[in-house]
């Protein structure tokens, strides 16, 4: 299929993980594809994965300001959006106990308000009939021990959903959400968590999944890529769960 054929898509957070591999089905279906990340070395590298078509712009969404430095670029560079996938985020677990502001601010500075303000300084750049993706996660729906900041950040995405979809039906942009269950990536590794209790919390997690397995990332950019093409032109302000019936059975 080449659903993005003469199309441009910005994916944020597009180095690794599940936004790596988004970026890279795009592009395999015809897209222009923009991504950005913090890091400058591993945005060389998507770079090289994605193909020759592909601008890497090295931004921090927990920065608002970063927002209209992104967009100004993209304005300076003549470039129009027909997809957005707001993958960026962070997660850091931790029991109530435990949690304090700097995890709290760090959490919503990146996954909420950096989000609401992405999406608000690139709203100038999307071509009618765009759709933006969120990514959101089922802990918005699980009551998750330790996971309650990333959660209630989660949870305040797939609001936005609703509320940002009835703002931009009048200019043809479609928002919604795609909540991953647990999937295999990077982002594991930055919980905040010693490996021995990554391994513990794994095993605890995969036995919940009907499927008894991790999720991967190919499997969620499908999603993606389902969620913000034409092929989902009847679907807005909806939240898709892929999970492996986690959140479900």
Do not use: C
Request: hydrophobic share 45%; net charge neutral; charged share 15%.
């Amino acid at each position: 299929m080449n659903r993005f054929t003469n199309k441009t898509v910005l994916v944020t957070g597009g180095n690794s993980g599940i936004g790596l591999a988004t970026a890279i089905q795009y592009a395999q279906e015809g897209a222009r594809v923009v991504i950005t990340g913090r890091d400058q070395a591993t945005l060389e590298q998507a770079k090289q994965l994605i193909g020759a078509n592909t601008i890497a712009l090295q931004n921090d969404q927990g920065d608002v300001k970063a927002a209209g430095k992104l967009a100004s670029t993209l304005t300076e560079l003549g470039i129009k959006l027909d997809a957005i996938f707001l993958n960026a985020g962070i997660a850091k677990f931790a029991p109530l106990p435990h949690i304090d502001e700097a995890l709290w601010d760090q959490t919503f500075n990146v996954n909420v308000k950096g989000a609401f303000f992405t999406i608000q300084a690139l709203t100038p750049l999307l071509n009618r009939d765009a759709a933006i993706v969120l990514n959101g996660s089922i802990n918005a729906h699980i009551g998750m021990p330790s996971s309650s900041v990333y959660a209630a950040s989660k949870a305040a995405l797939i609001s936005f959903a609703k509320t940002l979809s009835a703002e931009m039906l009048p200019l043809g942009v479609r928002v919604n959400v795609v909540s991953p269950g647990p999937v295999s990536t990077p982002l594991y590794g930055r919980l905040g968590m010693e490996p021995a209790q990554l391994e513990q919390m794994a095993k605890a997690i995969q036995e919940q999944i009907p499927l008894n397995r991790f999720g991967t990332s190919e499997e969620l950019a499908k999603t993606v890529l389902f969620m913000s093409s034409s092929d989902s032109a009847f679907i807005v302000g909806t939240e898709l769960i892929a999970d492996g019936g986690m959140s479900q059975l």
